[in-house]
């Protein structure tokens, strides 16, 4: 069974620009979490997704946001971007809410210039 | 509020040994979930060992097992004869067990296995 996928790997944007990211869970999973880790603050949640519905949400700034699709495909999306949103966003999907496995993708890096 | 403490910013132990790194948590609530993650320098989170507030025995993966210490709210995670591919930053995180995936991260400690 394939992992999770977020593309892309790598991105370079600048001050005030706009990014989508996306994360493909694991086929069969249905519940998708996003993650943001920077050095200063380590791994901060920023939203998670069941059945194309935000359950939850973290601290972050109205700029974030994100959607799932009907086949549990997420993407997220930060606007305005700013020097801070520099970060790996990382990507976990479950098969259901509350689970006891939560598999990770291998990250987007994002660099603001 | 939920929190984790890896008070350990890095470790040091030799090829073949093992290694417990520490992890405390707090919360209130009475179900919750303990995992513990290692992120080599590629980035990718790997998950590795999960212990259910209500299991009765500690959760055992191959050479990881996790020494759950219920009473003191501890989590330590036991690596048995390290290996040099082990070398990489170990997360404990913490999930409330219903109703959400949303996981509460330590600071991590970044182990390194020599030779």
């Known amino acids: 069974k394939a992992g999770v996928t977020q593309t892309p790997r790598y991105l370079i944007k600048t001050r005030g620009q706009q990014v989508t990211l996306s994360c493909s869970p694991i086929?069969?999973?249905?519940?998708v979490s996003w993650y943001q880790q920077t050095p200063g603050q380590g791994l901060q949640f920023l939203f998670e997704?069941?059945?194309?519905?935000?359950?939850n949400k973290g601290n972050f700034p109205g700029r974030f946001s994100g959607r799932q699709f009907s086949n549990s495909r997420s993407e997220m999306n930060v606007s305005t971007l700013e020097l801070g949103d520099s970060a790996l966003y990382l990507c976990?999907?479950?098969?259901?809410?509350?689970?006891?496995?939560?598999?990770f993708g291998p990250g987007t890096r994002l660099t603001v210039l | 509020a939920q929190k984790i403490t890896q008070t350990q910013p890095g470790m040091f132990v030799q090829e073949k040994e093992a290694v417990t790194l520490d992890c405390t948590y707090d919360?209130?609530?009475?179900?919750?979930?303990l995992f513990w993650y290692k992120q080599p320098s590629s980035g990718e989170m790997i998950f590795l060992i999960y212990?259910?507030?209500?299991?009765?025995q500690n959760a055992t993966e191959g050479r990881y097992s996790l020494n759950f210490q219920k009473a003191r709210k501890s989590a330590n995670l036991v690596i048995s004869a390290s290996q040099l591919g082990d070398s990489a930053m170990y997360f404990c995180?913490?999930?409330?067990?219903?109703?959400?995936?949303?996981?509460?991260f330590g600071t991590g400690t970044r182990l390194q296995v020599f030779p």
């Open positions: 997704y069941f059945s194309e519905t935000q359950r």
């Open positions: 212990q259910g507030s209500y299991d009765q």
């Open positions: 995180a913490m999930m409330r067990e219903h109703n959400t995936d949303k996981l509460i």
């Open positions: 919360t209130s609530d009475p179900s919750y979930g």
């Open positions: 976990a999907s479950s098969p259901l809410e509350g689970a006891d496995t939560q598999y």
């Open positions: 086929s069969g999973h249905r519940s």
